[in-house]
């Protein structure tokens, strides 16, 4: 019922994440690995791999990463199940999207109170990505972008949306372009605490990330900044919390220059 969609070019991290589906995953499913040693980009490898897919449901994982939770399939499949306006499904993301070129769960003062979910470094469970730790007890909560280290998605969405491989052409930004397609055609994105999983690489935030995140920015400057409906956030508001977002990173920048 799942088609698993990996951009690959490492076979270890490849056997390793299939042995890990087949373990933890509880339904029928299939793997699609695209190989892909720089010569697509992710959205175009994301792409190919949905042509090739015959599941209602579709998984969007990286490579280098490790399940925890059993079942987990069977979980995201009923909560779709149980609401038909869910579109997108991820364990790390954000409820708040700002006009600043970024996908939005930085370390800025005042980006970080919109962050959700978590992520490991390894199975000691030491935290890569921790937010709203206050709040673990919500599982499930709603957002805007959702982390491209896991997205669940579904083919009535991919009827809809896509991976743009015309404006993003190397391997960043897909996941908040997506998700603001999925969000934008008024499905909801949300993000599920109840997931877990080890994800090996930290990830890299070279000037492809900067300038791939820009054409997002362009692409949908229009209708940011932008919140999930259940904060309830007036225009105002919108435009209140996106000036503190651009002072938070361009703060954080400002300190990076300097060294302090």
């Given at each position: 019922?799942?088609?698993?969609?990996?951009?690959?070019?490492?076979?270890?991290?490849?056997?390793?994440?299939?042995?890990?589906?087949?373990?933890?995953?509880?339904?029928?499913?299939?793997?699609?690995?695209?190989?892909?040693?720089?010569?697509?980009?992710?959205?175009?490898?994301?792409?190919?791999?949905?042509?090739?897919?015959?599941?209602?449901?579709?998984?969007?994982?990286?490579?280098?990463?490790?399940?925890?939770?059993?079942?987990?399939?069977?979980?995201?499949?009923?909560?779709?199940?149980?609401?038909?306006?869910?579109?997108?499904?991820?364990?790390?993301?954000?409820?708040?999207?700002?006009?600043?070129?970024?996908?939005?769960?930085?370390?800025?003062?005042?980006?970080?109170?919109?962050?959700?979910?978590?992520?490991?470094?390894?199975?000691?469970?030491?935290?890569?990505?921790?937010?709203?730790?206050?709040?673990?007890?919500?599982?499930?909560?709603?957002?805007?972008?959702?982390?491209?280290?896991?997205?669940?998605?579904?083919?009535?969405?991919?009827?809809?949306?896509?991976?743009?491989?015309?404006?993003?052409?190397?391997?960043?930004?897909?996941?908040?372009?997506?998700?603001?397609?999925?969000?934008?055609?008024?499905?909801?994105?949300?993000?599920?605490?109840?997931?877990?999983?080890?994800?090996?690489?930290?990830?890299?935030?070279?000037?492809?990330?900067?300038?791939?995140?820009?054409?997002?920015?362009?692409?949908?400057?229009?209708?940011?900044?932008?919140?999930?409906?259940?904060?309830?956030?007036?225009?105002?508001?919108?435009?209140?919390?996106?000036?503190?977002c651009w002072c938070g990173y361009l703060k954080n920048m400002i300190v990076r220059k300097l060294n302090i």
């Amino acid at each position: 019922m799942i088609s698993v969609i990996i951009s690959t070019y490492n076979q270890v991290y490849f056997d390793s994440i299939s042995k890990s589906i087949q373990d933890t995953i509880g339904v029928e499913y299939e793997i699609i690995g695209i190989e892909n040693h720089a010569q697509y980009s992710l959205c175009k490898a994301y792409n190919m791999g949905v042509s090739k897919a015959k599941y209602p449901y579709l998984c969007f994982v990286h490579e280098d990463v490790i399940f925890l939770t059993n079942q987990w399939g069977k979980r995201l499949i009923s909560i779709m199940e149980e609401d038909s306006t869910v579109g997108l499904i991820g364990v790390v993301g954000t409820k708040f999207k700002s006009t600043y070129p970024t996908t939005g769960w930085g370390n800025g003062p005042f980006v970080k109170q919109f962050a959700r979910g978590h992520v490991f470094t390894d199975r000691k469970l030491k935290t890569h990505l921790e937010f709203d730790a206050r709040n673990t007890k919500t599982e499930i909560e709603d957002a805007v972008i959702v982390d491209g280290i896991f997205m669940f998605t579904k083919f009535e969405v991919m009827n809809k949306c896509h991976f743009d491989d015309v404006i993003l052409t190397h391997f960043h930004a897909y996941d908040a372009d997506f998700s603001l397609q999925v969000f934008f055609n008024s499905y909801r994105v949300l993000i599920d605490r109840g997931i877990s999983l080890v994800h090996y690489s930290p990830g890299v935030f070279a000037a492809d990330f900067a300038k791939e995140n820009k054409k997002v920015v362009q692409k949908w400057g229009s209708k940011l900044p932008a919140a999930s409906s259940d904060l309830g956030l007036y225009k105002m508001q919108l435009n209140y919390y996106n000036i503190l977002c651009w002072c938070g990173y361009l703060k954080n920048m400002i300190v990076r220059k300097l060294n302090i």
